[in-house]
Nanobody
Framework: QVQLRESGGGLVQAGGSLRLSCAASGRTLSPYVMGWFRQAPGKEREFVAAISWTGNTYYLDSVKGRFTISRDNAKNTVFLQMNSLKADDTAVYYC???????????????????WGQGTQVTVSS
């Protein structure tokens, strides 16, 4: 059973930084895509970032240049470094991974089978 556990959320002022972690158990990260999604109150869950097992990264346009996704396969952990945070970044952040390593449309939430419980990020303006 694959389990994902996010941590690192919190309250931060606009312009500040947070680093989210997602620890995986039950299988190794490689060779699977790892993704971060977020959901704000009253809004649909949206793609934020993803990283392939080869290290290719993908980002939501509004977070490019501010967020960085990375992975440490030895620690079975994925990170999301968030800088220059804005009030619009306030949401519950989830990490996710698919059951299969093949043909993953990384930006679609229905491509992912395993999800963490989420961690709250609140940015005060």
């Amino acid at each position: 059973q694959v389990q994902l556990r996010e941590s690192g959320g919190g309250l931060v002022q606009a312009g500040g930084s947070l680093r989210l972690s997602c620890a995986a158990s039950g299988r190794t990260l490689s060779p699977y895509v790892m993704g971060w999604f977020r959901q704000a109150p009253g809004k649909e869950r949206e793609f934020v970032a993803a990283i392939s097992w080869t290290g290719n990264t993908y980002y939501l346009d509004s977070v490019k240049g501010r967020f960085t996704i990375s992975r440490d396969n030895a620690k079975n952990t994925v990170f999301l470094q968030m800088n220059s945070l804005k009030a619009d970044d306030t949401a519950v952040y989830y990490c996710a991974t698919p059951r299969s390593p093949y043909s993953v449309r990384y930006y679609r939430s229905d491509s992912y089978d395993y999800w963490g419980q989420g961690t709250q990020v609140t940015v005060s303006s």
